[in-house]
Each structure stands twice: as structure tokens, then as C-alpha cells.
């Protein structure tokens, strides 16, 4: 299917209220650049579009000219159950991530099966000069690395990204966040040494003491390592 022929079914499934809602939610996407096709629909989609053999072409076809097509080119990565397959296709579209939207709905199912060999594309990925390539890799921790293969290194890895732009330290302070609710006491030491920049620590806190699953106790505690330095 071509991408003129995915364009055409991407505008028939188009929403305008969603279009302009959706577009004053990224705005580092121009609002032209927005179709407004609901997720539900891009996933369905994204679904039968990856089950033919010549969606390589849109694939390979970057970058692409709508917001809309980025979503969908994201979902059918997520669904690509070859893992070396997968992790080419997303090397090959990350430099063309531009938004956070696309970088967050981005998630391959595959990468679950394969927590021995995803460390290493995740290093090359946080080492990356390119915001949503960065903000991918600590998601790949948060998504990954926070349970039963969780590594204390993998913390010292996020804490280490120094970055004035919001779309990383905003990753990171949500994957903070979630390692302060799954792996406390590991995590509790960066907030505890100001690991972090001071925006990013103070959001942090405020996205932990959000949980439900941190305890009145702990947030209280959290609330007192708030910073006021500037």
C-alpha cells in the first residue's frame, strides 16, 4: 500500500473536533500537519496495515509530511514481532521523531521477550544528540527495567542525562517517579543526594506523590527533599 493510498484512508477516518483538540497538545507539531485519526482507529490500522507484505514501502518512506502517519508508522513498529526486525525499523524512524506523542505511543512488544539484548540499543539511545531518541531510550527503562530486571545501573544511566530540553527532563523525572513507586529504596537516594536538576527532581516528587502506589508515609518524606535553590 502506498502512502498516497494510506493518506487517503487516514483522511476518511478523520475527526476535526479531535484534529483540533489534538494539535494544541503538541505543539511542536505545526496544527497543519494534523489529520485528527482517534488512537483506536490508527491501531486498528496500524494492525492490518502490518500484516501485508509491502508496508515496507510506507516504512521506508521518511520522512513523512503528517503527524497522522507518524502515528501510524509508530504503531506498526510496536507491532513487529522479528526483534532484530523491530529494532532496525525503529533506529531507522527515531531520527524523524518529532513529538512526544509519537515518541511515548511507540512501545514494540517484541522488546519484552529480548530484556538480555535491549540494554545496549537503549545506551546507544540515551548517548543520542536527538530529543525523542533520548526520551525513547529512558521510556525503554521505564517500560522495561523497573521490575523483575531491574538493575540499580539502569538508575545511574537516567540520572546521568544532562538536558535543557523539557520533552527529556520530563521522561526522566516520570521514570523517577516510577522507580520511586516499584524500587524504593533503590531510587530513593537520587532524590535524597539531588541527583537530578532541580526541575527535574521537583517534578519528580510531585509525580510520585501523585501514586497511589507510594504510601502517606513516603510521600510525606518526598514532600520534605523538595528544592527551593535555584
Known amino acids: 500500500m502506498s502512502t498516497d493510498e494510506i493518506r487517503t484512508e487516514l483522511l476518511r477516518l478523520q475527526d476535526i473536533k479531535y484534529r483540533d483538540f489534538q494539535s494544541k497538545l503538541i505543539p511542536t507539531v505545526s496544527p497543519e500537519c494534523f489529520i485528527g485519526v482517534r488512537t483506536p482507529e490508527l491501531r486498528r490500522l496500524a494492525k492490518r496495515l502490518g500484516e501485508t507484505d ?16 507518524n502515528q501510524l508508522h509508530a504503531f506498526i513498529i510496536s507491532g513487529i514481532r522479528d526483534y532484530e526486525k523491530c529494532l532496525k525499523a525503529v533506529d531507522e524512524f527515531l531520527p524523524y521523531v518529532d513529538n512526544w506523542a509519537t515518541c511515548d ?28 531518541t533520548i526520551r525513547f531510550g529512558v521510556k525503554m527503562l521505564m517500560e522495561h527495567f523497573l521490575d523483575e530486571d531491574f538493575d540499580p545501573a539502569y538508575l545511574e544511566m537516567a540520572a546521568g542525562i544532562r538536558s535543557d530540553e523539557y520533552y527529556i527532563n520530563m521522561m526522566i523525572a516520570w521514570y523517577f517517579a516510577t522507580a520511586l513507586a516499584k524500587q ?20 519528580t516528587i510531585r509525580k510520585a506523590i501523585e501514586s497511589c502506589r507510594i504510601s502517606p508515609e513516603q510521600k510525606e518524606y518526598l514532600r520534605s527533599l523538595k528544592r527551593s535553590d535555584a
Open 54 to 69: 509491502d508496508i515496507g514501502c510506507f516504512l521506508s518512506e521518511l520522512p513523512h509530511a503528517l503527524f497522522d502517519e
Open 105 to 132: 505511543q511507540m512501545s514494540p512488544k517484541v522488546f519484552g521477550k529480548h530484556k538480555k539484548e535491549l540494554p545496549e540499543p537503549v545506551r546507544r539511545w540515551i548517548a543520542s544528540d536527538r530529543t525523542y
Open 184 to 203: 524504593y529504596q533503590a531510587a530513593l537516594p537520587f532524590i535524597e543526594k539531588q541527583a537530578l536538576d532541580i526541575r527535574t527532581h521537583n517534578k
